[in-house]
């Protein structure tokens, strides 16, 4: 089966983007499909694999992000920006509500995070803090810097759902092994996280955050947009920076303008960057890739991006 593709990122969280509006594949074929693609190994690669898909009653269009081992994610937010530029071009507008799988995410063509950087900011939310919505079995409703011997009896989390799950650690400095430690643990969806995690620390740079993350279903990652939104959030609730104060927020990959309210709301504005477009063939049966054929380069694009990452 042949699919056209655009390779894109945002702030570095790489994915190759299909319109799938018109297309019919099942459940199991569209995992394998992200397999195929996101497959580093193979001639595309990614954190995974984005679909703009209908939207609905509320909703300009959708969007459907699978991790690269073929798990569907409640939200992808830097991906949410991918397909917001996409649904944009395809409709001919500027702004738009996106239905993700469990919630909703309001998006607009925002100014440009430096020159040249195609930017969206996007509004998504509320942040959720019950732990019995993951579920976390045998922790209390509320994980507030606190203590979760199941994980780490040393160590105090913040559990936030963004409406994925994420457990927020602040450190003075990132110890990135420790983070795959931990990161590993919860991937493994032991019995008291049965439908795992994913795990950040966070370091506060004065007035801005930095923030490394092992992400579900994908492993250590240089940059996840519904964690950068999270760490935000529970930067805010303990403290740490101020309610509905405009932050940088850093990651390896690049960086993204954010600020939380305290009703739960969080807002990013980054990039949504094209690399590249054109089409490839996969192996629904053995999720293989194969016969890559790139038709345009978007070469601006990549250099303004770097541009500003490196400020």
């Known amino acids: ?42 001639p595309v690669g990614g954190d995974g694999l984005l679909l703009l898909v209908p939207g609905d009653d509320r909703a300009a269009f959708g969007m459907v992000m699978r ?31 996106v239905r993700l799988k469990t919630s909703h995410a309001d998006a607009v063509h925002d100014a440009d995070l430096a020159p040249g950087v195609y930017t969206v900011r996007e509004t998504a939310g509320p942040a959720g803090l019950s732990t019995a919505a993951w579920p976390i079995h045998g922790a209390p409703d509320r994980l507030v810097e606190a203590v979760l011997p199941m994980l780490d009896a040393g160590r105090r989390f913040t559990a936030v759902t963004m409406p994925n799950p994420h457990l927020v650690h602040f ?41 490394r993350t092992f992400e579900r279903g994908v492993g250590l990652t240089d940059s996840c947009g519904s964690a950068m939104a999270a760490s935000t959030y529970a930067a805010c609730l303990t403290g740490r920076i101020g309610w509905d104060v ?31 477009a054109g089409s490839v063939a996969v192996d629904l049966a053995s999720e293989t890739a194969s016969d890559l054929v790139v038709e345009r380069h978007f070469p601006d694009e990549r250099t303004a991006w770097e541009a500003a990452r490196r400020g």
């Open 1 to 42: 089966m042949r699919f056209e593709i655009v390779k894109c990122h945002g702030s570095g969280n790489d994915f190759p983007m299909i319109d799938a509006r018109a297309l019919t594949l099942s459940e199991a074929e569209w995992a394998a499909v992200a397999r195929a693609l996101a497959n580093r190994a193979g």
């Open 67 to 97: 991790n690269s081992d073929g798990s569907e994610a409640e939200t992808c937010l830097n991906g949410v920006r991918c397909v917001a530029r996409a649904g944009f071009e395809a409709l001919g507008i500027e702004a738009a509500t």
């Open 171 to 211: 450190v003075d400095a990132v110890d990135e092994a420790e983070l795959v430690r931990l990161g590993g643990i919860c991937e493994a969806a032991p019995d008291w996280l049965p439908h795992r995690a994913n795990v950040s620390f966070v370091e506060v740079r004065g007035p801005s955050l930095f923030v």
């Open 246 to 276: 405009p932050t940088v927020v850093f990651n390896r990959g690049g960086l993204v303008r954010a600020f939380a309210q305290a009703d739960g709301m969080v807002t990013l504005s980054g990039n949504a960057t094209y690399e590249w």
